[in-house]
Each structure stands twice: as structure tokens, then as C-alpha cells.
């Protein structure tokens, strides 16, 4: 099983300030499969980016992602007040497909 | 527009069973892996199982393999997750999950089930 360990676990930021949040696995990610996705409360995961770099349909291109093997980073440019959330990686390259614990973005 | 809908959450007592439903439209279900995310109150997501487009490949979390069974009805649009033996441990809220990979592109708004006595 890959696991994947995120960081920091908060994150305590301002509208307007950059958002580095790391993925780091205990192994290769074959072909790069880890995607990022936010949660806000009551809601369900949204897909943010897929295959390490790619940013879903509709997602702003203040998010991006970079990494390969078994370091991933997802870099919000500048925070809306709407990106205050939690944001989880998950790895889709192996089974059981695994989640990140989470990094809480907050103010 | 991808609509995914789940149902058959509620109340359980230890050690009974229960079938999650999820309705899919505006795609094409035929051309989806599908998955089951749970998550427990306050806490991260887990990946609980996945089955390809035609159900003849399943996999599962290996501390899941047994009591969870995911299946589905492409006539019908749906996929369904048997649980049995239910814990307290399981209650969570359910995510039905798909893409055209095993990557979870796109989700449902979930269904609570909570076991207790």
C-alpha cells in the first residue's frame, strides 16, 4: 500500500497570500496517478488536479501542481476567500487507492 | 452535466447489513470505473472499493475484503455497496466516485450511515 503524508497539517494564511502544501509517498507513483482535491465543510471532495499537473475542468489556474515519484506540491497563487478549505492528495496508480490526510488551509 | 445520487443510508444496529444505491446520469456509465469513498465524522477520506466498466474487475481496501461487496447494473445507471456485519467503526458518510480511470473525477454528495444501538 502507498501512503501518502501531507504537509503541514495547517496551514494559517491571508486572502491574497501563496499556498505551498507537499504530498510526499512511501513510494513511486507509477506515471505520476496522484490527484489533489478540495473539501469544504458538508461537502464533497472537488477534483483539482489529476496526474500530478493537470488541472480539472473549471478549476482556476491560481492552483497548480508539480512534482513526480514521491514528491507532489499543490501551489494555490493567490488565496480567494473561497479556497479556504481542505485539500487532500490521493494516489490512483496502485491498489488500494489511497488519501492524504488532509492540510487545512485557514485564516 | 455528471450527476451522481446516493441513497440507502440510515440508523443501523451493530451487526446488521445495509445496501448503498447510486444513481448516475449525464454520462456515459458504461465508459466508468466506479468507486465508494467513506468518511468517518471529522475525519480524512478513504478509498473503500472500485469496479471496472463491465463489473468484471473489483478491488477493495484489503481491511474491508469480506464484509463490503461493490457491484453494479449498467442497464440500470447504478452502482450499489453491500455492507454486512456493521461496526460502530463504519459509520461514516459514503461517497459514490467515478472517472474514466480509477483516478475519482467526479462525486456524489454522499449518504450518511451511522450504526448504533
Known amino acids: 500500500e502507498i501512503v501518502l503524508t501531507q504537509s503541514p497539517g495547517t496551514l494559517s494564511l491571508s486572502p491574497g497570500e501563496r499556498a505551498t502544501l507537499s504530498c510526499r509517498a512511501s513510494e513511486s507513483v507509477t506515471k505520476n496517478y496522484l490527484g489533489w482535491f478540495q473539501q469544504k465543510p458538508g461537502q464533497a471532495p472537488r477534483l483539482l488536479i489529476y496526474?500530478?499537473?493537470h488541472r480539472a475542468t473549471g478549476i482556476p489556474d491560481r492552483f497548480s501542481g508539480s512534482g513526480s515519484g514521491t514528491d507532489f506540491t499543490l501551489t494555490i497563487s493567490r488565496l480567494e476567500p473561497e479556497d479556504f478549505a481542505v485539500y487532500y492528495c490521493?494516489?490512483?496508480?496502485?491498489?488500494?487507492?489511497?488519501f492524504g490526510p488532509g492540510t487545512k488551509v485557514d485564516i | 452535466e455528471v450527476q451522481l445520487v446516493e441513497s440507502g443510508g440510515g440508523l443501523v444496529q451493530p451487526g446488521g447489513s445495509l445496501r448503498l444505491s447510486c444513481a448516475a446520469s449525464g454520462f456515459t456509465f458504461s465508459t466508468y470505473w466506479m468507486s465508494w469513498v467513506r468518511q468517518a465524522p471529522g475525519k480524512g477520506l478513504e478509498w473503500v472499493a472500485n469496479?471496472?466498466?463491465?463489473?468484471?474487475?473489483?478491488n477493495y481496501v484489503d481491511t474491508m475484503k469480506g464484509r463490503f461487496t461493490i457491484s453494479r447494473d449498467i442497464a440500470k445507471n447504478s452502482v450499489s455497496l453491500q455492507i454486512s456485519s456493521l461496526r460502530a467503526e463504519d459509520t461514516a458518510v459514503y461517497y459514490c466516485a467515478g472517472g474514466s480511470g480509477w483516478l475519482t473525477e467526479d462525486w456524489g454528495q454522499g449518504t450518511l450511515v451511522t450504526v448504533s444501538s
Open positions: 469496479i471496472n466498466q463491465d463489473g468484471s474487475e473489483k
Open positions: 496526474d500530478a499537473s
Open positions: 490521493q494516489q490512483c496508480a496502485l491498489s488500494p487507492i489511497t
